[in-house]
């Protein structure tokens, strides 16, 4: 509250220089900013547990440099504020330069920004649109995951899997954990290996393209021949 007494006390005393009309507009900017970096969530490793228990999540990755990163912030704050108040979603930033960047290292991210959602256990890459618009009504389709202590929020399949999964020694749990991570890793890196192909086939494409244009003009010399047309043509008309 401090600072946006200390920002409308500095436009007040400009209202003799400034005229009124501005002065309004600058004042609801002013305080649209301070309030949604008010409702701004910022999570770090220590703050995760406590902060997602129980809700679905959509959370932007971010580094402070990164320009993508602040041409979102606008839209990503406001959506921070619209969900403020929600028990079931939670929307928040992660820094992965400052505080957040074990936690980035933790989940996997790879740059900037990096937004995932769904359970807090189980984060999803999203790929969809940066827009405000498009990024509400994702969020408002999110719903909390099973809660396998309590078996809140779990479908009856949810309830087979787990009872199947309760089977398994301690030790089978983590070997899962481990292929799942080292099966997302591979279909990362095939992903990466098959643009690689398709970057140098493009390149390869290109430098063909521009070695037959040049070909095509050297053969042609179509400049010349354009202005040789043009010349016999002016002196018919004479």
Not at 18 to 39: D, G, Q, W, Y
Not at 183 to 204: G, I, M, S, W, Y
């Amino acid at each position: 509250m401090i600072g946006i007494n200390r920002c409308v006390n500095f436009l007040n005393k400009r209202n003799g220089t400034i005229s009124f009309p501005i002065i309004h507009k600058m004042k609801s900017v002013v305080f649209a900013i301070l309030i949604a970096s008010a409702n701004a969530i910022e999570l770090t490793k220590d703050t995760w547990e406590e902060k997602t228990a129980g809700k679905a999540v959509f959370v932007k990755f971010f580094a402070p440099w990164c320009g993508h990163c602040k041409r979102m912030k606008p839209a990503w704050d406001s959506l921070m504020t619209d969900f403020a108040d929600s028990e079931s979603v939670l929307v928040a930033d992660v820094d992965c330069i400052e505080a957040g960047k074990s936690l980035c290292e933790k989940v996997g991210v790879k740059g900037f920004p990096t937004i995932k959602y769904g359970d807090p256990d189980d984060l999803q890459d999203y790929a969809g649109s940066r827009e405000k618009a498009e990024l509400n009504k994702f969020a408002d389709g999110l719903k909390p995951g099973c809660i396998v202590d309590t078996l809140e929020n779990c479908s009856d399949e949810h309830k087979k899997i787990l009872e199947e999964l309760k089977q398994k020694k301690i030790e089978d749990l983590r070997v899962l954990v481990l292929a799942e991570a080292k099966e997302r890793e591979q279909a990362h890196t095939d992903f990466k290996t098959e643009v690689d192909k398709l970057q140098n086939a493009f390149e390869e494409l290109s430098k063909k393209k521009e070695s037959t244009l040049e070909d095509v003009k050297s053969r042609y010399n179509v400049g010349f021949v354009k202005q040789l047309i043009k010349l016999s043509e002016n002196k018919s008309d004479l």
